[in-house]
Each structure stands twice: as C-alpha cells, then as structure tokens.
C-alpha cells in the first residue's frame, strides 16, 4: 500500500529511559529519528545533518515564520526545533519517526499534526525512580531530591498525551512502544483507501 | 491496578474469518464472550447462560425498556442482545469482553460505552474472498456473487469502526485484534490513576 510512518512522540521525566528506549527502537529498522535544528555552535563531533541542522538566528526565525518547523523552543540564548520538511520526507517513505522531546514542544506538534502519536514514558514508581538515580550515583542528594520533584511535576502532563508506558523493564517498554505504533497503524482514519484496495482498484 | 478489561468489538463481512478469529482469542485467556439475550427457543444442545440467555417475549421488552441491553435486534421474528450486566462483570473481572456482531449493532455499543473498541475484520481482497467462497464449497455460484456484493456493501461501514485488521493469515490476524487490545489498555484515557499509582498513593 505504501503507506505513510507514523510520527511519535516519546517524553518523559528525566530517568524514565527515553534515551535508551529511543536508541533501541532505531535498530528496529522501521524507525527513523526527527533530526533537530538549532542556532548553536556545533560541537567538535558533531555532523551537520546526523546530529543537528545547524542555522544562523535570521535563518532559524525565517523558517519559524514560514511554518517551516513542528515545534521551538528558546534554551540557554538558543533557539531549538524540529524542522518539519525532514519528518515529513521520512514519513513518506513509510518509517515511523521518533521525536523525543518534552511536553511544550510535543502539545506544539499535536496541534499541527493531530495524528502524531503522544506516548508518555514513565518509571514504575517514584521510589523506583529514586532507587535508578542513586545507583546512577551521578547526581548528589539534593539534585536527586529536585529530579523526583519535577518528575511529579511532569506527571501532571500525562493526561494530554495518548499513550502511557510504563519502563518497568526497557525491553518490554520498547515492545510496548512498537506494539502501540504497529496497532495504531490499523486505525480505521489511517487506512482511508482500504476500501478501494479491498476492491481491487488500487 | 486491577484495571478494567475492553470491550471489543469485532464485526467483518462474511467469510472474513470472524468466527475463527473469536475463538482463538477465546484460547488466550483474558478474553471472555458476551452471551446474547434471545427470545427464540433454545436449541437441544444449547445450555441457558452459555449458549444464550433465554427470555419470553415480556422479559426481553423489560430489558430493553430498562436499559439492560447494550444493543438489540429482530430477526425472523426473535429479540436478540447484548445484556449489559454480564458484559460488565467480565470487563470488572479486567477479562477483554469480545462481541461479535453486525455493525448496526456494533454502532448502537459504541453509543452507550464509547470506550468499546471497534475492529472490523477483512478478508486481504474480494478476489481472495470469492476464492475463500468457493473453497469453502458449501454455496452456489449465486449464493457466493450475493456474499461478494454484501461484503462491498458491508466494506462501506469501515469508516465508523476504529480499526481494520486483514486477515491474511489467521494467526496474524489473531495477534494483530490481540496487539490492538494491549495497545489500547496504555491508553492515558484507561489509566485515570498513573498519577497516584507513580506517587504510590495507591
């Protein structure tokens, strides 16, 4: 049929594993991942293109003006964002696209995408949570403290998204995450020429 | 959490495979059957409360005036539906309730618990339909042209369904209703709760 990927957006507090989740998904072949622009400097390693599109202020704002992009966002003096003629490129030529990126930016794209699919990634609990960030044994009590904070915080946004998966064990979690887009790929306003391929006439 | 289970809703042409289907989700075991209300007389083998719940004319109308019924129809003179308590018991068990039937029935569901998943069933094309017809061997060239014109007509109400699964092959066809229903039960609007469950309130 040649159908279009789905585009989905995975957000979640920090230490719910979208990093890795993400990264998993991508060797699954079927997925491509949303390539960002931003107005800073690229740091030694990284590939213009592979890692981000990078723009000068006036090209990022004149691409903002002319809807070139799914969401922004300003950051540390910098400009962010998702430029929307990639997502596209990549949906056509049928693979799912990933965008990991937080709740502003993900409520952003719904409005101009309504059939991206919002999947909120979350740890069991937040004693669980805890428990990942001590072991991670990066952060000091009191950003671990202020982490578990904002992790309740962002739980208030679970309710604008379609999907809730909770990373119990990644594996799983990244079978959630596919088994959802695979579902969501049979919904009935996804196949609107189904009845015509059922007739043999496409 | 001892979540709900989904009422799902699986209608499809003939000799898309439904029945088959139905019966190999049964085998899964968090799926349960509704069982139809009727005002026909039961048949020799059939067992009241398993095959069917059998009720006079008068009960059957009392039902319906009460609102105990999902949906309803007449056929040949018979009452026949959906009795609304023993759908919810098995769906407050958290057991995926299957209902298969036609899609006016399907749509009158929908109305009274919009939480039902609808999954229409399909043969992959009209050719391989007509083929499966005339396999099967048991009609006649008239008979299978009529079932091929229905199911044209039938295909017409895909669009009110939530999703389409082709029943290519029957065992995918199975997993693909099964993917669909573990898909759903993330949804964020089947899991009112995340939010106290995260903080461990409940």
């Given at each position: 049929?040649?159908?279009?990927?789905?585009?989905?957006?995975?957000?979640?507090?920090?230490?719910?594993?979208?990093?890795?989740?993400?990264?998993?998904?991508?060797?699954?072949?079927?997925?491509?991942?949303?390539?960002?622009?931003?107005?800073?400097?690229?740091?030694?390693?990284?590939?213009?293109?592979?890692?981000?599109?990078?723009?000068?202020?006036?090209?990022?704002?004149?691409?903002?003006?002319?809807?070139?992009?799914?969401?922004?966002?300003?950051?540390?003096?910098?400009?962010?964002?998702?430029?929307?003629?990639?997502?596209?490129?990549?949906?056509?030529?049928?693979?799912?696209?990933?965008?990991?990126?937080?709740?502003?930016?993900?409520?952003?794209?719904?409005?101009?995408?309504?059939?991206?699919?919002?999947?909120?990634?979350?740890?069991?609990?937040?004693?669980?949570?805890?428990?990942?960030?001590?072991?991670?044994?990066?952060?000091?009590?009191?950003?671990?403290?202020?982490?578990?904070?904002?992790?309740?915080?962002?739980?208030?946004?679970?309710?604008?998204?379609?999907y809730?998966v909770?990373?119990?064990?990644?594996?799983?979690?990244v079978e959630d995450i596919d088994m959802i887009l695979r579902a969501e790929?049979?919904?009935?306003?996804?196949?609107?020429?189904?009845?015509?391929?059922?007739?043999?006439?496409?």
């Amino acid at each position: 049929m040649g159908k279009n990927g789905i585009l989905a957006i995975i957000s979640g507090p920090s230490g719910s594993g979208k990093g890795t989740a993400v990264e998993k998904l991508l060797q699954k072949g079927n997925y491509a991942l949303s390539i960002s622009a931003t107005t800073r400097s690229p740091r030694e390693y990284e590939v213009p293109g592979v890692h981000y599109f990078f723009y000068s202020k006036e090209q990022f704002e004149e691409m903002k003006k002319n809807g070139l992009l799914l969401e922004c966002a300003e950051f540390c003096g910098n400009y962010y964002g998702t430029p929307k003629a990639y997502v596209e490129e990549q949906l056509q030529s049928g693979k799912n696209v990933i965008l990991e990126i937080e709740v502003q930016g993900a409520l952003q794209v719904k409005k101009i995408y309504p059939s991206a699919v919002l999947i909120f990634l979350i740890p069991p609990n937040l004693e669980e949570l805890g428990r990942r960030l001590v072991q991670r044994g990066t952060e000091d009590k009191e950003t671990i403290n202020k982490r578990m904070h904002r992790a309740i915080e962002e739980m208030e946004f679970v309710d604008d998204y379609d999907y809730v998966v909770i990373n119990d064990s990644i594996d799983t979690a990244v079978e959630d995450i596919d088994m959802i887009l695979r579902a969501e790929s049979m919904k009935c306003s996804r196949n609107k020429d189904i009845k015509k391929v059922f007739k043999g006439e496409i």
